[in-house]
Structure formats: structure tokens, C-alpha cells
């Protein structure tokens, strides 16, 4: 009796195993219906968007986007090109935004003469943009256009 209860079980396991197997190949990919061990070239990399001009958050809390090049900036723990710019002391100069008072904060809240090191590395949050083809179809709507369609369709209010 136990036996065959094991052998059940296995023909069961190894039935499963199999068909969970062949169900993988017919997973939807961004390789489209290359198969895995097939090499193809991936696209080039666009081009920095370089128009310094300010972008839409999309969220609340969104980091600001970098609207300019960065490609060659030194950021390491040595020297942070983005602070020749927006540091306090050289916003009037390069008309740059300053940095926020928030990174001027330990984690404790506590208001520091410098940037906090938790905030020196500004492209852990900070990124540049890309003119480039989205790679998966995207529906998203800001809250903004959302409250819109809502006060104008349903007389919804703030």
C-alpha cells in the first residue's frame, strides 16, 4: 500500500514538474519570441535629454528629474559635480534649484551645515531622462488628471 502511494505521488510530482516546464517556454517576455539561448542585439541607448527644463512628478515624494546631461560627472565620496552647481553657495551664480533642505538632514532629523551623506550620492534618487520608445505599453494617470476626470464627470469635489 505504501508503495503504491509513493509511486502515485511521484508519477504525480514528475507529471507536474513537466508540464510546469513546458508551460515557461510560453511565458510573455520584453524578448518577444526570441528564444533564451538565441543572442540579439540590444538597442542603443538614446540620448540624454539635455533641455533643462523642469519635469512633472508623477507621484508624491517623485525625486526631481535631472533635465541635463550627466554622462562624465565625478559622483563618488572624493567630490560631487552636482553640488558646483545646486549647493547653497552656487545657486545664484548657476541659476540651478538649490538642493532641498531635506538633504541638509541627518536621520534624525537634525539640520546639518553640509550635505547629509545620506543625500551626497544624487543619482541613488536623481535620474536623467531618455527620448526613448517605452518597452511595455504604459496606461499611467497622474492623481492631478485623475481628481480632473472625476470633478468633471462625476461632480466630484477636493
Known sequence: MKRILLSV????????????????????????????????????????????????????????????????????????RCL????????????????????FMNRDNQVLASVSPRRYFCTQCHVPQHEAKPLVENAFVDVDNVLEYLKENEGGSD
Not at 558646483?84 to 538633504?103: K, L, N, W
Request: proline share 10%.
Open 84 to 103: 558646483t552647481c545646486h549647493a547653497r553657495s552656487a545657486v545664484e551664480d548657476s541659476q540651478a534649484p538649490m538642493i532641498s533642505v531635506t538633504h
Open 9 to 80: 505521488l511521484g508519477v504525480a510530482a514528475v507529471t507536474v514538474s513537466i508540464s510546469a516546464a513546458s508551460a515557461q517556454q510560453y511565458v510573455a517576455t520584453l524578448r518577444g519570441e526570441v528564444d533564451l539561448a538565441e543572442e540579439t542585439m540590444p538597442p542603443p541607448i538614446p540620448a540624454q535629454t539635455n533641455d533643462d527644463l523642469r519635469k512633472a512628478r508623477n507621484y508624491p515624494e517623485q525625486p526631481p528629474l535631472i533635465p541635463h546631461k550627466i554622462e562624465g560627472y565625478q559622483i563618488d565620496k572624493n567630490a560631487n
